[in-house]
C-alpha cells in the first residue's frame, strides 16, 4: 500500500503572520483558507497554519496526513498496527474529508484519499 505524506498542520499564535512569514522564507504560496488558519504550499506539500481554538492546545505540530491509494484498506492497516480511529469519515467516493486517527504513542494523523489543496498525490522523479 503506497502511503505519502503531503499534509502537516501547525498551531501557530497567528496565522496570517506565520503565512508572510512561510512566504517570505521558504517561497510557499497561499492554496486556500482552513476553518482557522491559512494552508500554505511548495506545490507538493500542504502545511495547514491553524489558529489556536483551546487553551490546552499548544503551539507547534497538531498533526500530520497521510495520502492513501484506499481509505479503507489504510484504516485496516493502521489499526492492525496498533493504531486507533478518533473521528471523521468521508460521505461518499467523491467528499473531500479526512478522517483522524492516533498511533500507540499518542500522535494523531490523518488519512484521505482525496488530498489537500495545494498538495499532489504523485511527484515526478528528478532525471539526472
Wanted: charged share 25%; aromatic share 10%.
Amino acid at each position: 500500500m503506497a502511503t505519502r505524506l503531503r499534509h502537516i498542520a501547525i498551531i501557530v499564535p497567528d496565522p496570517e503572520t506565520a503565512a508572510k512569514f512561510f512566504e517570505d522564507a521558504f517561497g510557499m504560496t497561499r492554496a486556500g483558507t482552513a476553518r482557522r488558519g491559512i494552508y500554505m504550499t511548495d506545490g507538493t506539500m500542504n502545511v495547514a497554519l491553524l489558529g489556536k481554538e483551546a487553551p490546552e492546545e499548544e503551539i507547534g505540530l497538531y498533526h500530520f496526513g497521510m495520502w492513501v491509494d484506499d481509505l479503507d484498506a489504510a484504516e485496516k492497516q493502521v489499526i492492525k498496527a496498533g493504531g486507533k480511529y478518533l473521528a471523521g469519515r468521508p460521505t461518499s467516493p467523491n467528499s473531500y474529508y479526512e478522517a483522524k486517527y492516533q498511533d500507540p504513542l499518542g500522535i494523531v494523523f490523518d488519512l484521505t484519499h482525496s488530498g489537500w489543496k495545494g498538495a499532489v498525490k504523485e511527484v515526478e522523479p528528478v532525471k539526472s
